[in-house]
């Protein structure tokens, strides 16, 4: 149990972090779906290259690394998918996670 939980420690790691960088960047996208559209669009868009570097920058290493942002007049969200590997040394091998983190 104990080899599984070292193993998988690093996926759990990136996940939480990957959640951070999406509830520190949620403020700012909520503030821009206030604004009128014409300032929301620019805010949005700074957003949406910032997410992805800050996520790299953590740790995500995945190529296909998708970052959704949804909106409406109400609500915001945002939610980042990738996948992280876990490494098991002993049998050589790997396991991928699917991971959705969400805000």
Request: positive net charge; contains cysteine; hydrophobic residues 45%.
């Amino acid at each position: 149990m104990v080899y599984v939980i070292v193993c998988t420690w690093p996926v759990y790691s990136l996940s939480s972090r990957a959640k951070g960088v999406l509830l520190d960047a949620l403020p700012m996208f909520y503030r821009a779906n206030l604004r009128p559209e014409a300032v929301a669009s620019v805010m949005i868009m700074n957003l949406k290259k910032s997410v992805p570097q800050n996520l790299r920058k953590e740790g995500v290493r995945d190529p296909h690394l998708e970052v959704v942002f949804s909106r409406n007049k109400k609500e915001v969200s945002i939610e980042a998918h990738f996948i992280a590997t876990a490494v098991f040394p002993v049998i050589n091998k790997t396991f991928d996670f699917h991971l959705s983190r969400g805000r």
